[in-house]
């Protein structure tokens, strides 16, 4: 029995039991909406009648799924670089500030917009576009809006991965007569990239689920993948919305299985090699 088993003792099996109706709750609902994009009538039923993958085949066939699928694939890549760029730079910059107050309303003021609603974005963000003619019928603010959501993840993943690297590194990059910049770029990045990429994945699937900002900002005609998923249930509740619903998922789970697989593969590669060894060589090279 492992550690965790014998600390929680006759709690264990109550606790697990929570653990497995809890993943039910999550992992079922999902199968339903699956299995109901199987169906070969043209109603949503469960079980399906019958098993056909036609409705997987209207929605890459239709012209106007993919056009809503390529536009929120780009505005999201947009938004993730921006959002990656602002959240790690942020991350790494405060790492610079000496002042541990500065530092804590820097933080703050990172992480506080998680708590705040899409639908404050979207407002605020309107009222820009309003005022601002030069904005309107352009994904300026869209990309801008879902870039601000995405930002304060990126920067508590690198933020956490900056807090796991050795706090000797940089000093001792610097006793040898490395400036900031070639320690930010030899030492710093390299160490940070697996938090950087993970933050990146984790903006992209948060960007490109996200519906309230394209309500409100994008313009006449213009149509994201989840806003149209949203249009197509008030218009007609039918297999092709689960089939695409199915499609988004899936999109979802293998980006984010990308990250263990990554994991998996640097671990096995780098064995037992010590990372401040090359680390500091480059340095001094």
């Known amino acids: 029995m492992t550690t965790v088993g014998r600390t929680l003792g006759w709690y264990r099996a109550p606790i697990l039991l929570v653990a497995v109706l809890a993943s039910l709750l999550l992992i079922v609902p999902f199968l339903i909406l699956v299995s109901t994009s199987w169906t070969a009538g043209s109603f949503i039923l469960f079980p399906p009648e019958g098993f056909s993958l036609q409705w997987y085949g209207e929605v890459l066939g239709d012209k106007q799924w993919m056009s809503s699928f390529g536009l929120s694939l780009w505005t999201s890549a947009l938004s993730?670089?921006?959002?990656?760029?602002?959240?790690a730079a942020g991350a790494i910059g405060l790492t610079r500030v000496r002042s541990r107050t500065a530092q804590r309303w820097i933080r703050t003021a990172f992480i506080v917009p998680i708590a705040?609603?899409?639908?404050?974005?979207?407002?605020?963000?309107?009222?820009?576009?309003?005022?601002?003619g030069f904005l309107r019928g352009t994904l300026v603010s869209l990309i801008v809006g879902h870039a601000l959501v995405a930002m304060p993840y990126v920067f508590v993943l690198v933020s956490g991965g900056i807090a796991r690297l050795d706090p000797a590194l940089r000093p001792a990059a610097s006793t040898l007569g490395a400036r900031w910049p070639l320690v930010l770029w030899k030492i710093?990045?390299?160490?940070?990239?697996?938090?950087?990429?993970?933050?990146?994945?984790f903006?992209?699937?948060?960007?490109?689920?996200?519906?309230?900002?394209?309500?409100?900002?994008?313009?006449?005609g213009m149509q994201t993948l989840p806003l149209r998923?949203?249009?197509?249930?008030?218009?007609?509740?039918?297999?092709?919305?689960?089939?695409?619903?199915?499609?988004?998922?899936?999109?979802?789970?293998?980006?984010?299985?990308?990250?263990?697989l990554s994991n998996a593969i640097r671990r096995r590669r780098g064995g037992t090699r010590r990372p401040s060894a090359p680390v500091l060589e480059g340095v001094v090279e």
Request: avoid cysteine; charge should be negative; proline fraction near 8%.
């Open 229 to 260: 998923m949203l249009n197509a249930s008030q218009e007609a509740f039918s297999p092709e919305l689960t089939a695409a619903s199915t499609l988004v998922s899936l999109l979802a789970i293998l980006l984010l299985a990308i990250l263990p």
């Open 116 to 132: 705040l609603p899409p639908i404050a974005y979207a407002l605020g963000l309107y009222g820009v576009n309003m005022n601002l």
């Open 188 to 201: 710093e990045l390299p160490a940070l990239l697996p938090y950087v990429l993970s933050g990146a994945l």
């Open 80 to 87: 993730t670089i921006i959002a990656t760029t602002l959240g």
């Open 203 to 220: 903006a992209f699937v948060i960007v490109f689920d996200e519906v309230v900002l394209a309500v409100f900002l994008l313009p006449i």
